[in-house]
């Protein structure tokens, strides 16, 4: 076993490869004599030219890189669960491609982990060399999360994290097909250490961090870790019916008292309407539960990996390696 693996998930990240290595080498490899160490980085589907950066790369490197192939774009997430599934150290660091998190904290994080004894080093945003939609759209995410589901999360959040061996264990074994790392890793409850730093300005290339994956991701952690969309729709239709009850009352004092009735069809309208809207709003509510409960109980692969570019050459999982 190594000291330590340091996990890259890549996706279209030609052009930041190089740079990143190099400073991951010079920066924390370099300075950690001591440790033994790997750098896996993992091609999540990548239709540019990432793939031959990291055969490069792992020329250059051949004693610590490591390159997986997944067959096609799975996510990040599910990225990050196959470069853990084959980490050998002692702990994991996961760290981005793009050249936007300080490679140097490593060593705070190995110090903390190695020195100090904590199962869990996060790396929080304190802020962030981006544009003022980025920084908006995280502050506003992550302040939805702490105020929801996780009063101790950072409040600029984190994705740059090691977590030791044993917390490794226990998140692969607890993982969400719809992950929420974040979470996941307060939930498991181990001691953590929070580190703070600024995040960088991307080197090159854009973010593929779209608005569509941001929402999807805010939907996961809170369908995964808070039950307050199923309260929101019990707290809705108490208040529906209550309404109810309140104009059903209103109509009978009124036909007692003067003898006027309800007439017309445009209040009839307004009231289908309405709770028409409110129905089909909790339907969607209840699939999005049921969805994530099939996804889970169907047990399929996380992820499918092409081919690995190992140490000992090229090989593929399974089958007889090729060199």
Same mark, same amino acid.
């Given at each position: ?6 996990? &890259? ?7 930041? !490869?190089?740079?990143?290595? @190099? ?6 490899? *370099? ?20 793939? =031959? ?15 997986? +192939? ?5 996510? *990040? ?16 660091? %996961? &760290? ?15 110090? %903390? ?9 996060? #790396? ?19 302040? $939805?999360? +702490?105020?929801? %589901? ?11 994290? $090691? ?39 991307? /080197? ?9 994956? +941001?929402?999807?991701? !805010? ?12 309260? !929101? ?9 209550? #309404?109810?009850? &309140?104009?059903?009352?209103?109509? $009978? &004092? ?11 069809? %445009?209040?009839? /309208?307004?009231?289908? !309407? ?21 996804? *889970?109980?169907? @047990? ?13 050459? =090229? ?9």
């Amino acid at each position: 076993m190594l000291d330590y693996s340091i996990v &890259i998930p890549v996706f279209y990240n030609e052009g930041s !490869l190089f740079p990143t290595m @190099n400073s991951i080498y010079s920066e924390v490899i *370099q300075q950690q004599g001591e440790y033994s160490c790997e750098v896996i980085f993992v091609d999540d589907g990548s239709g540019d030219g990432s793939l =031959e950066e990291l055969l490069n790369i792992r020329k250059q490197y051949p004693d610590i890189v490591k390159i997986i +192939k997944l067959i096609r774009n799975f996510g *990040q997430g599910n990225a990050l669960l196959a470069g853990f599934s084959y980490a050998k150290g002692k702990c994991v660091v %996961a &760290i981005s491609a793009d050249g936007q998190d300080p490679p140097a904290l490593i060593n705070d994080m190995l110090q %903390a982990h190695f020195k100090e004894n904590y199962d869990v080093v996060a #790396c929080t945003r304190e802020g962030r060399d981006e544009s003022f939609y980025r920084v908006l759209t995280s502050k506003i995410f992550y302040s $939805l999360i +702490k105020r929801i %589901a996780f009063p101790n999360m950072p409040t600029g959040g984190f994705d740059y994290f $090691l977590l030791s061996r044993r917390a490794l264990n226990v998140f692969l074994r607890n993982i969400d097909k719809h992950p929420f790392f974040q979470g996941e890793i307060l939930w498991m409850g181990f001691r953590t250490k929070y580190i703070g730093y600024t995040r960088r300005k991307r /080197m090159v290339g854009k973010s593929r961090w779209t608005f569509a994956k +941001k929402l999807t991701y !805010l939907l996961d952690s809170l369908m995964s870790y808070s039950f307050l969309p199923m309260r !929101l729709m019990s707290l809705i239709g108490s208040l529906a019916a209550t #309404c109810g009850f &309140i104009y059903a009352f209103i109509i $009978l &004092i009124s036909s007692l008292v003067w003898g006027s009735t309800a007439i017309g069809w %445009a209040p009839i /309208m307004v009231v289908i !309407l309405v709770l028409g809207g409110f129905q089909m709003l909790m339907l969607g509510i209840i699939g999005e539960y049921l969805w994530r409960t099939l996804n *889970q109980v169907r @047990n399929r692969d996380f992820y499918i990996i092409d081919v690995i570019y190992d140490h000992d050459g =090229e090989f593929i999982p399974g089958q007889e390696q090729v060199l």
